[in-house]
Protein backbone atom coordinates (compact mmCIF):
# COMPACT_ATOMS: atom_id res chain seq x y z
CA UNK A 1 0.00 0.00 0.00
CA UNK A 2 1.49 3.42 -1.00
CA UNK A 3 -0.27 6.74 0.95
CA UNK A 4 -0.31 9.80 -0.05
CA UNK A 5 -0.29 13.26 1.46
CA UNK A 6 -1.25 16.97 -0.15
CA UNK A 7 -0.61 19.94 1.69
CA UNK A 8 0.23 23.64 0.36
CA UNK A 9 -3.11 24.37 -0.96
CA UNK A 10 -4.73 27.49 0.13
CA UNK A 11 -6.41 31.15 -0.91
CA UNK A 12 -4.98 33.42 -3.50
CA UNK A 13 -5.46 35.99 -5.87
CA UNK A 14 -5.97 35.90 -9.42
CA UNK A 15 -2.60 36.13 -10.79
CA UNK A 16 -0.41 34.56 -7.79
CA UNK A 17 0.97 31.18 -6.97
CA UNK A 18 0.63 28.10 -5.23
CA UNK A 19 3.05 25.04 -4.64
CA UNK A 20 1.29 21.67 -3.54
CA UNK A 21 3.06 18.77 -2.26
CA UNK A 22 2.24 15.25 -2.46
CA UNK A 23 4.43 12.65 0.04
CA UNK A 24 4.09 9.41 -0.71
CA UNK A 25 4.75 6.74 2.18
CA UNK A 26 4.21 2.77 2.59
CA UNK A 27 5.41 0.78 0.15
CA UNK A 28 8.50 1.88 -1.57
CA UNK A 29 8.22 3.08 -5.15
CA UNK A 30 11.53 2.87 -6.79
CA UNK A 31 11.72 0.18 -8.63
CA UNK A 32 8.37 0.01 -11.35
CA UNK A 33 9.64 1.46 -13.97
CA UNK A 34 6.35 2.56 -14.71
CA UNK A 35 5.46 4.54 -11.79
CA UNK A 36 3.40 7.89 -12.61
CA UNK A 37 2.59 10.21 -9.98
CA UNK A 38 0.06 13.10 -11.02
CA UNK A 39 -2.28 15.42 -9.86
CA UNK A 40 -5.95 15.54 -10.82
CA UNK A 41 -8.98 18.38 -10.15
CA UNK A 42 -12.46 17.90 -9.21
CA UNK A 43 -14.84 21.04 -9.38
CA UNK A 44 -18.41 20.31 -7.73
CA UNK A 45 -20.47 18.35 -9.79
CA UNK A 46 -18.24 17.77 -12.62
CA UNK A 47 -14.97 14.83 -13.50
CA UNK A 48 -12.20 14.47 -12.10
CA UNK A 49 -9.91 15.71 -14.67
CA UNK A 50 -6.37 15.63 -14.96
CA UNK A 51 -4.25 17.98 -14.27
CA UNK A 52 -0.65 17.06 -14.70
CA UNK A 53 1.69 14.48 -14.27
CA UNK A 54 5.60 13.01 -13.84
CA UNK A 55 7.24 9.75 -14.23
CA UNK A 56 8.66 8.89 -11.26
CA UNK A 57 12.05 6.96 -13.51
CA UNK A 58 12.68 9.85 -15.86
CA UNK A 59 11.43 12.36 -14.78
CA UNK A 60 9.10 12.94 -17.97
CA UNK A 61 5.97 15.21 -17.51
CA UNK A 62 3.08 15.79 -19.19
CA UNK A 63 0.18 18.69 -18.64
CA UNK A 64 -3.35 19.42 -19.47
CA UNK A 65 -3.35 22.10 -22.32
CA UNK A 66 -5.50 23.85 -19.35
CA UNK A 67 -2.15 24.48 -17.23
CA UNK A 68 0.02 24.43 -19.57
CA UNK A 69 2.97 27.32 -19.43
CA UNK A 70 1.40 27.85 -15.99
CA UNK A 71 1.69 24.72 -14.14
CA UNK A 72 5.25 23.05 -13.69
CA UNK A 73 4.95 19.10 -11.88
CA UNK A 74 8.62 17.89 -10.31
CA UNK A 75 9.57 15.05 -7.86
CA UNK A 76 12.12 14.78 -5.42
CA UNK A 77 13.38 11.02 -4.99
CA UNK A 78 14.61 11.53 -1.68
CA UNK A 79 11.58 12.78 0.07
CA UNK A 80 9.21 10.78 -2.26
CA UNK A 81 7.29 13.74 -2.71
CA UNK A 82 5.82 15.20 -6.15
CA UNK A 83 5.37 19.20 -6.26
CA UNK A 84 3.44 20.95 -8.50
CA UNK A 85 3.98 24.61 -8.93
CA UNK A 86 1.30 26.62 -10.05
CA UNK A 87 1.85 30.05 -11.20
CA UNK A 88 -0.68 32.79 -12.68
CA UNK A 89 -3.52 31.46 -11.24
CA UNK A 90 -7.34 31.98 -12.35
CA UNK A 91 -10.57 31.78 -10.72
CA UNK A 92 -11.33 28.57 -12.89
CA UNK A 93 -8.47 26.98 -11.16
CA UNK A 94 -10.42 26.70 -7.91
CA UNK A 95 -11.22 23.70 -6.94
CA UNK A 96 -10.27 21.04 -4.89
CA UNK A 97 -6.81 18.87 -6.44
CA UNK A 98 -5.65 15.31 -5.36
CA UNK A 99 -2.40 13.80 -5.56
CA UNK A 100 -2.38 10.21 -7.44
CA UNK A 101 0.07 7.53 -8.26
CA UNK A 102 0.18 4.12 -9.62
CA UNK A 103 1.84 2.04 -12.92
CA UNK A 104 0.65 3.37 -15.49
CA UNK A 105 1.06 1.81 -19.38
CA UNK A 106 -1.94 3.77 -20.75
CA UNK A 107 -3.16 7.06 -20.33
CA UNK A 108 -1.76 8.94 -17.80
CA UNK A 109 -4.96 11.07 -18.13
CA UNK A 110 -7.13 7.73 -17.05
CA UNK A 111 -8.32 7.65 -13.44
CA UNK A 112 -8.41 4.05 -13.65
CA UNK A 113 -4.93 3.82 -14.12
CA UNK A 114 -3.66 4.87 -10.94
CA UNK A 115 -4.29 2.43 -7.71
CA UNK A 116 -3.76 5.41 -4.76
CA UNK A 117 -5.37 8.60 -4.37
CA UNK A 118 -4.82 11.07 -1.70
CA UNK A 119 -7.79 13.11 0.57
CA UNK A 120 -7.57 16.51 -1.82
CA UNK A 121 -6.57 20.16 -0.57
CA UNK A 122 -8.60 23.08 -1.84
CA UNK A 123 -7.37 25.73 -4.01
CA UNK A 124 -9.13 29.02 -3.74
CA UNK A 125 -8.53 31.51 -6.65
CA UNK A 126 -9.86 35.13 -5.88
CA UNK A 127 -10.72 37.81 -8.61
Known amino acids: QVQLAESGGGLVQAGGSLRLSCAAS???????????MSWFRQAGGKEREFVSGISWRDGSTYHADSVKGRFTISRDHAKNTVYLQMSSLKPEDTTVYYC?????????????????WGQGTQVTVSS
Open 100 to 116: AAGEVYGSWSSLSNYDY
Open 26 to 36: GRTIAGYVMYV
